[in-house]
T-cell receptor, first 114, second 115 residues
Framework: GAVVSQHPSWVICKSGTSVKIECRSL??????MFWYRQFPKQSLMLMAT?????????EQGVEKDKFLINHASLTLSTLTVTSAHPEDSSFYIC??????????FGPGTRLLVL | AQTVTQSQPEMSVQEAETVTLSCTYD???????LFWYKQPPSRQMILVIR??????QNATENRFSVNFQKAAKSFSLKISDSQLGDAAMYFC????????????FGQGTRLTINP
Protein backbone atom coordinates (compact mmCIF):
# COMPACT_ATOMS: atom_id res chain seq x y z
CA GLY A 1 0.00 0.00 0.00
CA ALA A 2 0.79 3.73 -0.10
CA VAL A 3 2.24 3.78 -3.60
CA VAL A 4 2.90 7.04 -5.41
CA SER A 5 3.68 7.16 -9.09
CA GLN A 6 5.27 9.96 -11.05
CA HIS A 7 5.33 10.50 -14.79
CA PRO A 8 7.48 10.96 -16.74
CA SER A 9 10.60 9.61 -15.08
CA TRP A 10 12.84 11.35 -17.58
CA VAL A 11 12.22 14.38 -19.75
CA ILE A 12 14.47 16.37 -22.05
CA CYS A 13 13.11 19.56 -23.50
CA LYS A 14 14.23 22.65 -25.35
CA SER A 15 14.64 25.95 -23.60
CA GLY A 16 11.43 27.96 -23.64
CA THR A 17 9.04 25.03 -23.69
CA SER A 18 6.78 23.90 -20.87
CA VAL A 19 6.91 20.53 -19.17
CA LYS A 20 4.19 18.86 -17.12
CA ILE A 21 4.92 16.28 -14.43
CA GLU A 22 2.16 14.13 -12.96
CA CYS A 23 2.02 12.72 -9.47
CA ARG A 24 -0.56 10.09 -8.55
CA SER A 25 -1.40 8.29 -5.35
CA LEU A 26 -2.34 4.83 -6.59
CA UNK A 27 -3.97 3.15 -3.63
CA UNK A 28 -4.97 5.94 -1.30
CA UNK A 29 -6.53 9.37 -1.41
CA UNK A 30 -4.27 12.30 -0.71
CA UNK A 31 -5.76 15.65 0.16
CA UNK A 32 -2.26 17.04 0.38
CA MET A 33 0.66 16.50 -1.96
CA PHE A 34 4.08 18.08 -1.96
CA TRP A 35 6.58 18.99 -4.64
CA TYR A 36 10.31 18.95 -3.99
CA ARG A 37 13.41 19.73 -5.94
CA GLN A 38 16.69 17.99 -5.28
CA PHE A 39 20.12 19.03 -6.49
CA PRO A 40 22.92 16.46 -6.69
CA LYS A 41 24.21 15.32 -3.31
CA GLN A 42 21.84 17.61 -1.47
CA SER A 43 18.73 17.22 0.60
CA LEU A 44 15.21 17.76 -0.67
CA MET A 45 14.01 21.31 -1.02
CA LEU A 46 10.26 21.81 -0.62
CA MET A 47 8.84 23.89 -3.43
CA ALA A 48 5.13 23.88 -2.66
CA THR A 49 2.28 22.21 -0.85
CA UNK A 50 -0.66 21.20 -3.00
CA UNK A 51 -4.13 20.83 -1.53
CA UNK A 52 -6.98 19.25 -3.46
CA UNK A 53 -9.38 21.84 -4.75
CA UNK A 54 -7.44 24.87 -3.63
CA UNK A 55 -4.43 26.92 -4.63
CA UNK A 56 -0.99 25.61 -3.84
CA UNK A 57 1.11 27.16 -1.12
CA UNK A 58 4.58 28.03 -2.38
CA GLU A 59 7.73 28.23 -0.32
CA GLN A 60 9.62 31.47 -0.16
CA GLY A 61 11.70 32.06 -3.25
CA VAL A 62 9.73 29.70 -5.49
CA GLU A 63 8.14 31.46 -8.45
CA LYS A 64 4.49 30.47 -8.60
CA ASP A 65 4.14 31.63 -12.20
CA LYS A 66 7.12 29.52 -13.17
CA PHE A 67 6.06 26.36 -11.37
CA LEU A 68 2.33 25.89 -11.82
CA ILE A 69 0.72 23.33 -9.53
CA ASN A 70 -2.73 21.86 -9.93
CA HIS A 71 -4.34 19.37 -7.57
CA ALA A 72 -7.55 18.54 -9.36
CA SER A 73 -8.46 15.32 -7.57
CA LEU A 74 -7.65 13.36 -4.46
CA THR A 75 -5.19 11.21 -6.40
CA LEU A 76 -3.55 13.57 -8.88
CA SER A 77 -1.35 16.62 -8.66
CA THR A 78 0.57 18.13 -11.55
CA LEU A 79 3.61 20.40 -11.70
CA THR A 80 4.13 22.41 -14.88
CA VAL A 81 7.49 24.06 -15.41
CA THR A 82 6.67 26.95 -17.72
CA SER A 83 9.16 28.40 -20.19
CA ALA A 84 11.83 26.06 -18.92
CA HIS A 85 15.47 27.16 -18.96
CA PRO A 86 18.68 25.21 -18.35
CA GLU A 87 18.77 26.35 -14.71
CA ASP A 88 15.47 24.53 -14.17
CA SER A 89 17.21 21.24 -14.90
CA SER A 90 16.93 19.18 -11.75
CA PHE A 91 15.36 16.17 -10.07
CA TYR A 92 11.76 16.80 -9.07
CA ILE A 93 10.04 14.59 -6.51
CA CYS A 94 6.45 14.55 -5.36
CA UNK A 95 5.00 13.07 -2.23
CA UNK A 96 1.52 12.41 -0.94
CA UNK A 97 0.36 12.58 2.63
CA UNK A 98 -1.14 9.23 3.47
CA UNK A 99 -2.02 7.13 6.44
CA UNK A 100 -0.48 7.71 9.84
CA UNK A 101 0.57 11.24 8.88
CA UNK A 102 3.34 9.84 6.71
CA UNK A 103 4.51 11.18 3.37
CA UNK A 104 5.04 8.65 0.62
CA PHE A 105 7.24 9.62 -2.27
CA GLY A 106 7.10 9.15 -6.00
CA PRO A 107 10.15 7.86 -7.87
CA GLY A 108 11.07 11.32 -9.15
CA THR A 109 11.44 13.02 -12.52
CA ARG A 110 14.75 13.99 -14.05
CA LEU A 111 14.36 17.16 -16.10
CA LEU A 112 17.03 18.30 -18.51
CA VAL A 113 16.50 21.55 -20.34
CA LEU A 114 18.74 22.11 -23.35
CA ALA B 1 11.20 27.26 12.91
CA GLN B 2 12.20 23.67 13.31
CA THR B 3 15.60 22.43 12.19
CA VAL B 4 17.05 18.97 11.72
CA THR B 5 20.75 18.26 11.86
CA GLN B 6 22.61 15.18 10.69
CA SER B 7 26.20 15.68 11.75
CA GLN B 8 27.65 12.71 9.85
CA PRO B 9 27.88 13.41 6.10
CA GLU B 10 29.27 9.93 5.49
CA MET B 11 29.40 6.65 7.37
CA SER B 12 30.66 3.22 6.47
CA VAL B 13 30.18 -0.19 8.03
CA GLN B 14 31.21 -3.74 7.35
CA GLU B 15 28.56 -6.06 6.06
CA ALA B 16 26.73 -7.84 8.91
CA GLU B 17 27.87 -5.25 11.45
CA THR B 18 25.76 -2.63 13.21
CA VAL B 19 25.82 1.09 12.48
CA THR B 20 24.12 4.06 14.10
CA LEU B 21 23.22 7.25 12.25
CA SER B 22 22.76 10.41 14.29
CA CYS B 23 20.02 13.01 14.06
CA THR B 24 19.18 15.93 16.30
CA TYR B 25 16.39 18.41 15.92
CA ASP B 26 15.26 21.67 17.37
CA UNK B 27 11.64 22.46 18.15
CA UNK B 28 9.47 24.12 20.73
CA UNK B 29 6.55 21.82 20.00
CA UNK B 30 5.58 18.91 22.19
CA UNK B 31 3.71 16.84 19.62
CA UNK B 32 5.35 15.85 16.36
CA UNK B 33 6.53 12.98 14.20
CA LEU B 34 10.00 11.89 13.24
CA PHE B 35 11.01 9.83 10.24
CA TRP B 36 13.98 8.17 8.65
CA TYR B 37 13.92 7.90 4.88
CA LYS B 38 16.36 6.03 2.69
CA GLN B 39 17.34 7.18 -0.79
CA PRO B 40 19.29 4.52 -2.74
CA PRO B 41 21.03 5.26 -6.06
CA SER B 42 17.65 4.98 -7.84
CA ARG B 43 16.75 8.17 -5.90
CA GLN B 44 13.40 6.75 -4.79
CA MET B 45 12.70 7.96 -1.26
CA ILE B 46 11.72 5.01 0.90
CA LEU B 47 10.27 5.23 4.39
CA VAL B 48 12.43 3.31 6.83
CA ILE B 49 10.80 4.05 10.16
CA ARG B 50 8.56 6.56 11.93
CA UNK B 51 8.18 7.67 15.53
CA UNK B 52 5.41 9.57 17.24
CA UNK B 53 6.78 11.97 19.85
CA UNK B 54 4.08 11.08 22.37
CA UNK B 55 5.21 7.45 22.40
CA UNK B 56 8.03 6.64 24.76
CA GLN B 57 8.68 3.28 23.17
CA ASN B 58 11.29 3.31 20.45
CA ALA B 59 10.06 2.25 17.02
CA THR B 60 11.44 -0.91 15.45
CA GLU B 61 11.13 -2.29 11.93
CA ASN B 62 13.00 -5.56 11.48
CA ARG B 63 16.72 -4.68 11.43
CA PHE B 64 16.03 -0.97 11.87
CA SER B 65 15.41 0.64 15.22
CA VAL B 66 15.57 4.12 16.64
CA ASN B 67 16.80 5.62 19.88
CA PHE B 68 14.38 8.46 20.53
CA GLN B 69 15.46 10.80 23.31
CA LYS B 70 12.78 13.50 23.48
CA ALA B 71 14.40 15.63 26.15
CA ALA B 72 17.71 15.62 24.29
CA LYS B 73 15.91 16.08 20.94
CA SER B 74 17.81 13.19 19.49
CA PHE B 75 16.58 10.55 17.05
CA SER B 76 19.27 8.10 15.96
CA LEU B 77 18.80 5.15 13.61
CA LYS B 78 20.42 1.82 14.28
CA ILE B 79 20.84 -0.66 11.46
CA SER B 80 21.67 -4.16 12.59
CA ASP B 81 23.20 -6.92 10.46
CA SER B 82 23.98 -4.42 7.70
CA GLN B 83 23.39 -5.63 4.17
CA LEU B 84 24.75 -4.42 0.85
CA GLY B 85 21.26 -3.23 -0.05
CA ASP B 86 21.31 -0.82 2.88
CA ALA B 87 23.81 1.37 1.04
CA ALA B 88 22.02 4.67 0.45
CA MET B 89 21.58 8.25 1.54
CA TYR B 90 19.61 8.40 4.78
CA PHE B 91 17.53 11.44 5.67
CA CYS B 92 16.08 12.27 9.04
CA UNK B 93 12.87 14.30 8.91
CA UNK B 94 10.57 16.15 11.30
CA UNK B 95 6.88 16.88 10.96
CA UNK B 96 4.64 18.89 13.24
CA UNK B 97 1.55 17.11 14.50
CA UNK B 98 -0.67 19.91 13.26
CA UNK B 99 -0.41 22.67 10.74
CA UNK B 100 0.91 22.36 7.22
CA UNK B 101 2.24 18.78 7.43
CA UNK B 102 5.53 19.83 5.88
CA UNK B 103 8.60 17.70 6.40
CA UNK B 104 11.81 19.33 7.55
CA PHE B 105 14.77 17.29 6.35
CA GLY B 106 18.29 16.96 7.61
CA GLN B 107 21.24 17.19 5.27
CA GLY B 108 21.53 13.44 4.91
CA THR B 109 24.11 10.79 5.72
CA ARG B 110 25.62 8.67 2.99
CA LEU B 111 26.01 5.09 4.21
CA THR B 112 28.48 2.74 2.53
CA ILE B 113 28.45 -0.98 3.21
CA ASN B 114 31.81 -2.70 2.85
CA PRO B 115 31.65 -6.37 1.80
Amino acid sequence: GAVVSQHPSWVICKSGTSVKIECRSLDFQATTMFWYRQFPKQSLMLMATSNEGSKATYEQGVEKDKFLINHASLTLSTLTVTSAHPEDSSFYICSASGIRETQYFGPGTRLLVL
Amino acid sequence: AQTVTQSQPEMSVQEAETVTLSCTYDTSESDYYLFWYKQPPSRQMILVIRQEAYKQQNATENRFSVNFQKAAKSFSLKISDSQLGDAAMYFCAYRSAGGAQKLVFGQGTRLTINP
